[in-house]
């Protein structure tokens, strides 16, 4: 052996051949008994299977026949009542004769089930008997199937639980029979080996397996160690000894007492003796101080037996885990962290929404504020208007023929000024509107729509002399019908506005469209604009012209802008001073 790992070996008593076919013979016939366990095992789920599969297809008898008598008879049918009693006794007889076999219910379940079973019988024998027109024994029919029917669910899912209990059990089974046809395999090698211990032949195989399995065990990053009764080391690899410090040769006979402090060692010591006591393998966590430091390892043991299959000893198996234990308390350490983020994340959502629905509240008080003031603040503007208005038409029809000509033009002034008032005030409370209005986004047809927008304006274009080319392909948008309908009417009588000066005034409209948006557009062959007043044009009560030269409230274009902001769109124009000018607004589609 090399100085990595020790095993002291043995010369056992020589044993002759038949001592060996006998140990073959017995591991067989462990290996054959276990399979007879499994494959009854098996057979017994099969069976109980079947009667499942089997009250399963009563159940759905029992269902289709009580659906044939109850249909039976309607006109354009083809439900019989014989067919449907036939399949309803035959359900039930299947039902209690699988119960039977299977034996899935208690005493008392199985009693309610039967009882169910005849006061089903009894009904159907009392309908049997009824008039066709016996309502009650039908609805006594009824909830008599119910009852049955509710039972049959029981029977059904006592019968699942049947079903997973074998399932379970014929996996046990299997897990068994595997490990003792293993455990039958190696107590057949280990016999074998004893057998032939003392012989020459078989000693040279015996050390040649030996070294075979210190190979194994030096390949190996896992400690692996046996212990004789007394908790004396038998056996070491190079992993153990890395761990302890110590090679294989020092170890050999000596205990836990040499390589740990007393408190561990009386732990590993204490473990051994368990081992060896209850006679199973055990699997623990053992934090132990080592050479290269404190270190945990997932230690599996088992009790060690000679050929005669008297424990000896014990063998064990640790792995080092410490890696993985610092992991898992590192993921326990972001949890928590992670569950008081979480925990703070709920906090400020609930500070948020509290917040958010506080300014909702305010912003809803203040926008009815705001409503409130504007509609008054606009009565109470314009009831002085209608004052002033009543008496300038009063003096200019009572007294015009005593004013001279310039009185009569302060008179018309008058006017002109309270019509363009009553235009400032309306033109506000549609702004005030747009700003506070609930939108109801439709589809909308552009054609149809602007074909609309075109039609009321009819004979001012007509007056006018305007060519208008409307050129809107067939396309639709998503938007507000009011808010859009007043984008067009803004924009088409701006277009109309400024058009009157050319010697040929001419309008078009065209749309297109790409992947996510739709783009209008209104040219016009009027005045144009310096494209650095861009900005300044669709501000509310900004002008580039005198209002003597055209007349306007100044709120038009900021509506326009207003109303697309609204809707999720944008407005925007281009324009070469004395060439025209070209608006554009852009919807999602």
């Known amino acids: ?124 024998a009392a309908w049997r008997q009824a008039p066709a027109t016996d309502q009650r024994g039908l609805v006594a029919l009824r909830i008599a199937f119910a009852d049955l029917e509710r039972r049959t669910d029981r029977v059904d899912h006592a019968a699942r639980r049947y079903i997973e209990t074998l399932n379970a059990h014929n996996e046990q089974t299997y897990t ?32 040649k397996a030996l070294e075979l399995l210190a190979a194994i065990a030096e390949s190996t990053e896992d400690a692996i160690f046996a212990k004789d009764n007394e908790g004396r080391y038998l056996l070491f690899n190079r992993a153990a000894s890395r761990f302890v410090g110590k090679s294989a040769e020092t170890m050999l006979g000596r205990d836990d007492r040499d390589l740990f402090p007393a408190e561990q060692a009386e732990m590993l010591m204490q473990v051994g003796r368990q081992v060896m006591r209850q006679e199973r393998i055990l699997t623990q966590e053992e934090a132990l101080d080592t050479a290269v430091g404190a270190r945990v390892f997932l230690a599996t043991k088992g009790p060690l037996r000679d050929g005669e299959g008297r424990v000896i000893g014990i063998f064990g198996i640790s792995r080092d885990i410490t890696e993985q234990k610092l992991a898992e308390r590192e993921i326990e350490r972001q949890v928590l962290r992670l569950k008081a983020a979480e ?44 004052g002033i208005e009543g008496y300038s038409r009063l003096l200019a029809e009572d007294y015009g023929d005593r004013l001279n000509d310039e009185g009569r033009l302060f008179i018309a002034n008058i006017c002109n000024g309270i019509a363009r008032m009553h235009e400032l005030i309306d033109d506000l409370l549609t702004y005030s509107r747009m700003e506070r209005r609930k939108l109801e986004r439709t589809p909308v047809d552009l054609p149809s729509l602007v074909g609309g927008v075109l039609a009321e304006r009819r004979e001012e274009i007509a007056a006018r002399a305007v060519a208008v080319v409307q050129a809107v392909p067939p396309l639709a948008v998503c938007a507000d019908v009011e808010g859009l309908q007043l984008v067009l009417r803004n924009l088409i ?79 925007w124009a281009e324009s070469v001073p004395g060439q025209g000018a070209s608006f554009y607004v852009q919807l999602p589609k």
């Open 1 to 124: 052996m090399n100085d990595a790992m020790c095993l002291p070996m043995q010369d056992g008593p020589r044993r002759s051949g038949g001592r060996i076919v006998a140990a073959i013979l017995l591991g067989l016939c462990i290996i054959a008994l276990l399979s007879w366990l499994h494959y009854e095992q098996r057979r017994a789920l099969q069976q109980a299977t079947r009667h499942v599969q089997e009250l399963r297809q009563a159940q759905v008898e029992l269902a289709k026949g009580f659906l044939q008598i109850s249909l039976a008879g309607t006109s354009g049918s083809s439900f019989s009542q014989h067919t449907g009693l036939a399949l309803l006794q035959q359900s039930v007889l299947s039902f209690e004769r699988s119960l039977d076999q299977l034996g899935v219910l208690d005493g008392v379940e199985a009693e309610a089930f039967r009882r169910s079973a005849e006061a089903f019988r009894a009904r159907l």
């Open 176 to 207: 068994f029979s595997l490990l003792g046809s293993v455990l039958s395999l190696c107590l057949i090698v280990g016999i074998i080996l004893k057998i032939t211990g003392n012989e020459r032949r078989s000693l040279k195989e015996r050390q």
């Open 343 to 386: 925990e703070a994340l709920r906090e400020l959502n609930a500070t948020l929404e509290m917040r958010v629905a506080e300014r909702t509240a305010e912003l809803a008080a203040l926008n009815q504020s705001l409503e409130s003031f504007v509609y008054s603040t606009s009565h109470d503007l314009k009831a002085p208007l209608r």
């Open 493 to 571: 009588e701006n277009a109309l506005k400024f058009s009157l000066e050319g010697s040929a005034p001419r309008i078009e409209i065209g749309a297109r469209q790409d992947e996510k948006t739709v783009t209008l557009w209104i040219s016009d062959s009027g005045i144009g604009f310096d494209m650095k007043y861009h900005e300044r044009i669709f501000e509310i009560f900004q002008r580039l012209h005198r209002l003597e030269d055209y007349p306007g409230t100044g709120i038009g274009l900021a509506l326009v802008k207003k109303a697309m902001q609204r809707m999720g769109g944008r407005v």
